[in-house]
């Protein structure tokens, strides 16, 4: 068992928003006693090619709280994403909220620092946000006491979030036949990420479990929400037992054949900064793309 501060008898109500373009989900969490509710995972739309923002994902969810009355407490990155861009400034301009990330953002502000060329101008001190979780750090939403698990391991920033009987396990895990995410990022590890995987199964088996991500494997439906207990059972990748040592010759050899994320480099330098896309010299919006720098 777990020995974070689970509280099962607390089910928040979990809306969830996919977006194709990045196949990430996001989510709308509401306190049922109350109009309180948090947005997990934002997406910021861009058209790469074009060098092109739009903010179509991030009105909706927009809309969605707007026409419920509800009242934005939090808007909760659960790690810095190489996959798609936080549209979290732009939602925290229209509603408030304050922004909150693992404590870990620090380390991988200084690697993409580096690898980005970034100047003394871009802080590293995770200042950008309004709230850095440290291991076990709580906040509340409305009525609901929500908790950060550090789950490392696919980055060396990743959290776990629990609120009540709801997990948003970033991309620490998939959907039982989508296995665990890649762990050759720099800072990385497989064999945290196994560690962090435990971790998050020992929570109690039936604790809905919210992913951030989902590719529809074998060309089933898009899906997004399991439980604990499902993915101890069923998960091609650590479930039924599989030991620490498979994970780890399973990952590795895996992460050797993939591509790395369209996104990535955009993705990085906007997510580094809570979503703000860097400017240059005169003030332009501007990304850069170090050669050979991945």
Known sequence: MTDYPVNMDIKPEVEAFFDPATNTISYIVTDPTSNACAIVDSVMDIDYAAGRITYDHADELIR??????CKLEWIIETHVHADHLSAAPYIQEKLGGKIGIGAKILVVQDTFGKIFNEGTEFQRDGSQFDALFED???YQIGNMTAFAMYTPGHTPACMTHVIGDAAFVGDTLFMPDGGSARADFPGGDAE?????????????DETRLFMCHDYGPNGRDIQWETTVGDEKAHNIHVGAGKTKEEFVKMRTERDATLDMPKLIIPSLQVNMRAGEVPTDKDGNPMLKVPVNGL
């Open 136 to 138: 076990g750090d709580t």
């Open 192 to 204: 945290t990420l196994y560690d962090s995987i435990m971790k998050v199964l020992a929570l109690p």
């Open 64 to 69: 969605t709280i707007q026409e419920r009355g």
